[in-house]
Nanobody, 121 residues
């Protein structure tokens, strides 16, 4: 399973970005997909995860009401919509896929390369 994360960039506080996680050559529909992030000098943390059946788990309160996750099975893609971005959201964002559902990163065997998000004025 090869994943590609994209969509990162520089955005001002309060702005929005949509990250995409795609799988080449096959579908993501039967896999759980999670988004994780790692800020400089900090450990990787979970953001959101989406089960194959559409259940969503937020890992931290800091992104509730601002971030949403969705999937487009026709495009073999999972999206992370990030609104009302804050400087503390600055990190490298990774998508990962698993046959297990949960927010524990050890569940995820397949990882994309990461896409950098910088929130700054």
């Amino acid at each position: 399973v090869q994943l590609q994360a994209s969509g990162g960039g520089l955005v001002q506080p309060g702005g929005s970005l949509r990250l995409s996680c795609t799988r080449s050559g096959s579908t993501l529909s039967h896999l759980a997909v999670g988004w994780f992030r790692q800020a400089a000098g900090k450990e990787r943390e979970g953001v959101l995860c989406l089960s194959s059946r559409g259940f969503v788990k937020y890992t931290g309160d800091s992104v509730k009401d601002r971030f949403t996750i969705s999937r487009d099975d026709d495009k073999s893609a999972v999206y992370l919509q990030m609104n009302s971005l804050k400087p503390e959201d600055t990190a490298v964002y990774y998508c990962a896929a698993s046959y297990l559902y949960g927010s524990n990163p050890t569940f995820y065997a397949y990882w994309g390369q990461g896409t950098e998000v910088t929130v700054s004025s």
